[in-house]
């Protein structure tokens, strides 16, 4: 139900946009997060975004990653700027879903992003 994108190679300092998009149109968007993991570290919260909007961040992201939403196009993305080779990692959706009166759990595929020179 998950689709995330944008992942690449980017150098230090640059920019990457993380899209994930819900594939049903039956479902709308409660709360997602963007959660990361890199090579032999436990996954990680990177940020949050809940249905009204309100906006959570890990220390280590604050002030350089905006997450953001589409309620048209059903689709969170996470804006990264000045990125660190320590942010190298795969990064997931996960969202928690609603048709009607019930909601669903759901994970992304993941995306990797490598910050490299």
């Known amino acids: 139900q998950l689709q995330a994108s944008g992942g690449g190679l980017v150098q230090p300092g640059g920019s990457l946009k993380l899209s994930c998009a819900v594939s049903d149109s039956l479902f709308s968007i409660n709360t997602m997060d963007w959660y990361r993991q890199a090579p032999g570290k436990q996954r990680e919260l990177v940020a949050g975004?809940?249905?009204?909007?309100?906006?959570n961040y890990a220390d280590s992201v604050k002030d350089r990653f905006t997450i953001s939403k589409d309620n048209a196009k059903n689709t969170v993305y996470l804006q990264m700027n000045s990125l660190k080779p320590e942010d190298t990692a795969v990064y997931y959706c996960f969202a928690v879903l609603e048709a009607g009166t019930y909601e669903y759990d759901y994970w992304g595929q993941g995306t990797l992003v490598t910050v490299s020179s």
């Open positions: 975004i809940t249905s009204g909007g309100s906006t």
